[in-house]
C-alpha cells in the first residue's frame, strides 16, 4: 500500500483566461449600435443566462429590462444587446434562447 499521492498535471483542467474581462463587459444601458433580441423571462434564467454569457461570449453586452405593448396591455420583458453580431449567433445557437422548453 502506497502512504503518498502523485500529483498528475493531465487531470488539470486549462484556465481559460479573457482578457476582455479586465473592465466590465456588461453595460447598465443599450447602446444604439448594439445587436438585440428579447424575449420574456424570470430572474432565474435571466441570472443564468447573464452568467453564460459571461463565461462564454466575448464582447461588451448588456441585459435591460423593457416593455412591449402586447394586445391591449403593456408587457415587461428582456432585451439582450450584443457589441459583436457573433455573440448573438453563439447564444441563438446555444439554445438558451429556446422557447418551449428553457435549459436553466
Not at 59 to 75: A, E, F, N, P
Amino acid at each position: 500500500m502506497k502512504g503518498t499521492l502523485k500529483h498528475r498535471l493531465g487531470s488539470q483542467l486549462p484556465m481559460r483566461i479573457n482578457p476582455k474581462n479586465f473592465f466590465n463587459r456588461k453595460l447598465d444601458f443599450l447602446p444604439p449600435h448594439f445587436t438585440t433580441t428579447s424575449k420574456y423571462f424570470n430572474e432565474y434564467e435571466e441570472t443564468k443566462l447573464n452568467e453564460w454569457i459571461y463565461e462564454n461570449c466575448f464582447g461588451r453586452y448588456c441585459i435591460v429590462k423593457t416593455v412591449k405593448w402586447d394586445s391591449d396591455s403593456w408587457k415587461g420583458m428582456t432585451t439582450i444587446g450584443f457589441e459583436e453580431p457573433s455573440d448573438l449567433t453563439l447564444l441563438a445557437l446555444s439554445g438558451r434562447l429556446n422557447t418551449q422548453k428553457s435549459p436553466f
